[in-house]
């Protein structure tokens, strides 16, 4: 039996995951930083123009949860800094560990 992940910014649905997202873009280097208001906050250098930040979210997800970029759907807030990011393939606590840092 799945452990359940009691983080309030990833919903298991399915095989999926809903992570709830904040990005801050024009960043000086893409990062998670911490949890803030629910949401994981992503740190992005990308602007908020045409779609880049978007776009720079999906590759840095891809990447920190090891999975391709066409398991990964903004599925809401595409022109908001508050998203709705879903992956599929990937648990709620793989997501979690992946994405947060360890605890010192």
Same mark, same amino acid.
């Given at each position: 039996m799945a452990v359940p992940v009691v983080c309030p910014w990833i919903h298991e649905q399915g095989n999926a995951v809903l992570l709830d997202v904040l990005v801050s873009p024009r960043a000086s +280097?893409?990062?998670?930083? *911490?949890?803030?208001?629910? /949401?994981?906050? $992503?740190?992005?250098?990308?602007?908020? !123009?045409?779609?880049?930040?978007?776009?720079?979210?999906? +590759?840095?997800?891809?990447? *920190?949860?090891?999975?391709? /970029?066409?398991? $990964?759907?903004?599925?809401?807030?595409? !022109?908001?800094?508050?998203?709705?990011?879903?992956?599929?393939?990937?648990?709620?606590?793989?997501?979690?560990?992946?994405?947060?840092?360890?605890?010192?």
């Open positions: +280097r893409n990062r998670v930083v *911490a949890v803030h208001d629910n /949401r994981i906050k $992503i740190q992005l250098c990308a602007p908020p !123009t045409d779609g880049q930040a978007n776009d720079a979210l999906v +590759r840095f997800l891809a990447a *920190a949860l090891d999975v391709a /970029r066409a398991q $990964i759907e903004i599925v809401g807030g595409a !022109t908001s800094k508050r998203k709705s990011v879903r992956v599929v393939g990937i648990t709620g606590q793989r997501a979690m560990l992946r994405l947060l840092p360890p605890r010192q």
